[in-house]
């Protein structure tokens, strides 16, 4: 992998994760992000340049001389995108749009993406979803996903870049924070560690598909060494209910947890759970990191860091 | 039809046709848009109100005590769209969404949106298209009716307002003009009147569907009367080439046309027919003017207010 990446959104959860699995496979790094990691140190050999998506002379900056554009960037979580949705489609859709037409001046060749398999399809009786179901998202978030990921064609075909987008499911793993509700399991054991009640929203029996962090960062690795394009679901395969996690939860910490049962929220998906089929035939490449297994290490990494 | 209608662009082409088509049915309309139709004087016994849909203040009044907004404004074409994405997104996306919020405030029942069924689909070799057919546009002006459709669905579920959005394919019809590149049929026509050659981006074997405006009137009376809600494809059901159109009008106009062959663009659909099932079953609509009729119809009104 001796190729010159730039890492956009480089110092958040998945992005510090990938800039040392990048570093680990021979590339030279470089992050664009708007400020540094909470979690880790900068790391050594990354050239790390600080800036908003929006500040369009660094990006262009940034991009000079790459071989490939990671995007991470989102400027919103599913929640805070349904409450101004003018904000997702300005800071998300708008900035990127502005990354791509960058791209076509700056001559970089690849870009990869990283969307949102847990809200592009909407809520579907179909499970598992494969990359080909039609995507009705329910939510601002996975609107604007939608958009982006049309637009990164759209620009592709046209500027002549190669794109690879990754449909990810529910992310979950160390570094991951409780903070702008970036998943639920950071949430629960952070209430559990706080002996705060849980809000749920339904009645628990909604399934997602939860992916350990390093289960995406070796789908990447295969994906960059292969030179994979185009579109892929990166999942577990599996669905689990809330109802589900929470058991596992309990099984793992020991301790008690208040649930405080809210109405369904109208855009949330019910069920999602991604068929990874493609990315089986096509990479060779399967989620290695067993549920219970990947929580209790997320258990035990928080006590360790913020107990 | 005793309600009362606010028509968004109602000016325009599609516009004058539906205020006259309301008018008939005996609804009060209210009509908000930029400027005065430069085809049709102002019509008798309409509330006329000049402004931009961004202009918030202006829109909020004209949404005052409506049953029924049919929003038909778009602030591109397909060429110019994709010229520049972002005014497209900042002009239709932003300013769509700002009225679905202004909707929900006004307590308006009842929205009737113009999509795009010759660009939200993208290609596709499955003709006719259905409208549960996958969505994946090509250029941005699809891109953005998408990202439309989706976001009245979510403020729809929401706010608890009805929606109907119409997937309409080429229309075409007197008073439609050829600037702005609005559709193929009056460029046609002019280029013909002119002596000018044609442009034709590919081979003239891309086939689209052609709706006459009155029929698409006759849907909008029957899905108001019926009180159809969701998403309809609105067109004729049957695919025209270019080829075959341009030796319609050789027909009818016994005239010369000079065409000049370019390469294909990238983000032009090569086919498009819809399935017109749903809107046969669901209101028992049916196209009723031939092409051969709708065309010798468009180069009579043509040649007598333009020529």
Same mark, same amino acid.
């Given at each position: 992998?001796?190729?010159?990446?730039?890492?956009?959104?480089?110092?958040?959860? %998945?992005?510090?994760?990938?800039?040392?699995?990048?570093?680990?496979? !021979?590339? +030279? %790094?470089?992050?664009?992000?708007?400020?540094?990691?909470?979690?880790?140190?900068? /790391?050594?050999?990354?050239?790390?340049?600080?800036?908003?998506?929006? =500040?369009?002379?660094?990006?262009?900056?940034?991009?000079? #001389? /790459?071989?490939?554009?990671?995007?991470? *960037?989102?400027?919103?979580?599913? !929640?805070?995108?349904?409450? #101004?949705?003018? $904000?997702?489609?300005?800071?998300?859709? *708008?900035?990127?749009?502005?990354?791509?037409?960058?791209? +076509?001046?700056?001559?970089?060749?690849?870009?990869?993406?990283?969307?949102?398999? !847990?809200?592009?399809?909407?809520?579907?009786?179909?499970?598992?979803?494969?990359?080909?179901?039609?995507?009705?998202?329910?939510?601002?978030?996975?609107?604007?996903?939608?958009?982006?990921?049309?637009?990164?064609? /759209?620009?592709?075909?046209? $500027?002549?870049?190669?794109?690879?987008?990754?449909?990810?499911?529910?992310?979950?793993?160390? &570094?991951?924070?409780?903070?702008?509700?970036?998943?639920?399991?950071?949430?629960?054991? +952070?209430?559990?560690? =706080?002996?705060?009640?849980?809000?749920?929203?339904?009645?628990?029996?909604?399934?997602?598909?939860?992916?350990?962090?390093?289960?995406?960062?070796?789908?990447?690795?295969?994906? *960059?060494?292969?030179?994979?394009?185009?579109?892929?679901? %990166?999942?577990?395969? /599996? !669905?689990?209910?809330?109802?589900?996690?929470?058991?596992?939860? $309990?099984?793992?910490?020991?301790?008690?947890?208040?649930?405080?049962?809210?109405?369904?929220?109208?855009?949330?998906? &019910?069920?999602?759970?991604?068929?990874?089929?493609?990315?089986?035939?096509?990479?060779?490449?399967?989620?290695? %990191?067993?549920?219970?297994?990947?929580?209790?290490?997320?258990?035990?990494?928080?006590?360790?860091?913020?107990?």
């Amino acid at each position: 992998m001796a190729t010159k990446i730039l890492v956009l959104g480089g110092n958040g959860f %998945v992005g510090s994760h990938l800039v040392e699995s990048l570093l680990a496979g !021979g590339a +030279r %790094v470089r992050v664009l992000d708007r400020s540094g990691s909470l979690k880790t140190p900068p /790391m050594i050999g990354v050239d790390y340049r600080y800036a908003d998506l929006a =500040d369009l002379p660094a990006l262009t900056e940034a991009l000079a #001389d /790459m071989d490939l554009v990671i995007h991470l *960037i989102s400027t919103t979580v599913p !929640g805070t995108a349904n409450q #101004d949705p003018i $904000a997702d489609i300005d800071g998300n859709l *708008i900035g990127t749009v502005r990354l791509l037409q960058k791209l +076509r001046n700056a001559g970089v060749p690849k870009l990869i993406y990283l969307s949102s398999g !847990g809200t592009v399809y909407g809520d579907s009786p179909n499970r598992p979803i494969p990359e080909t179901h039609p995507r009705d998202p329910l939510s601002s978030y996975g609107i604007v996903k939608a958009a982006i990921e049309n637009y990164i064609a /759209m620009y592709g075909g046209l $500027a002549g870049f190669q794109f690879l987008i990754l449909r990810v499911s529910n992310l979950y793993g160390p &570094r991951q924070g409780h903070v702008g509700v970036q998943g639920v399991i950071p949430t629960i054991c +952070r209430r559990i560690l =706080d002996g705060e009640p849980l809000k749920i929203w339904g009645d628990g029996s909604a399934t997602r598909d939860y992916l350990h962090i390093s289960d995406l960062m070796t789908f990447i690795t295969a994906a *960059i060494t292969q030179g994979a394009t185009g579109t892929f679901n %990166v999942g577990s395969g /599996m !669905g689990t209910s809330l109802t589900q996690l929470l058991e596992l939860f $309990a099984q793992i910490t020991r301790k008690p947890l208040k649930l405080e049962y809210l109405p369904p929220r109208g855009f949330d998906v &019910r069920h999602l759970v991604l068929d990874i089929t493609k990315a089986r035939r096509t990479l060779g490449w399967q989620p290695q %990191v067993p549920l219970r297994e990947g929580c209790q290490g997320y258990w035990e990494w928080l006590q360790r860091h913020e107990g």
